[in-house]
């Protein structure tokens, strides 16, 4: 229940958010999530710190140049099929003006390439990128 009520006032609270920032300027959407392999539950503490790394190195690269803002949370599943691994991970939504959409927008390719480079890692990590699609779209 307390998880479920912290869902709600943080949806009303990025909505406010998003409301002020569409009042100043046209913007659309994007929700990114990022992965990693599964990590032993012992080593859960040191794979969060590596994924926030790697996440701060991403913002440095050129896939983010035309991100506006973000608004991040990093999500911690067990893995039901593979006991003692965890599954972190992250999700993003990403501020783009409209015109992201164009010719030059970044590909799920290019993310994932982006996201491997700032993991530093010899796979190829799992990569979900979605249009948020404006109301009555």
């Known amino acids: 229940m307390c998880a479920w009520r ?5 949806t009303r609270e990025l909505e406010s ?3 002020q920032a569409e009042a100043k300027q046209p913007l659309r959407y994007l929700f ?3 992965t990693m392999k599964n990590p032993p539950l012992a080593e859960l503490r040191q794979s969060i710190k590596t994924i926030n790394e ?3 190195r991403l913002r440095g690269m050129p896939v983010f140049e035309k991100v506006l803002g973000f608004f991040k949370t990093v999500e911690l ?3 039901e099929t593979k006991q003692g691994e965890a599954h972190p991970h992250i ?5 783009v003006r409209p015109s992201y959409f164009g010719k ?5 390719a290019k993310w ?6 700032s993991l530093k890692v010899d796979y190829t990590p799992i990569v979900d990128v979605r249009t948020i699609k404006p109301k009555g779209e």
């Open 91 to 95: 999700h993003l939504l990403l501020a």
């Open 112 to 117: 994932t390439e982006a996201w491997r480079r």
């Open 54 to 56: 790697a996440f701060n």
């Open 17 to 19: 958010i998003l409301d």
């Open 77 to 79: 599943l067990g893995d």
């Open 104 to 108: 030059k927008y970044v590909t799920q």
């Open 32 to 34: 990114l999530t990022l």
């Open 6 to 10: 912290k869902s709600l006032r943080l």
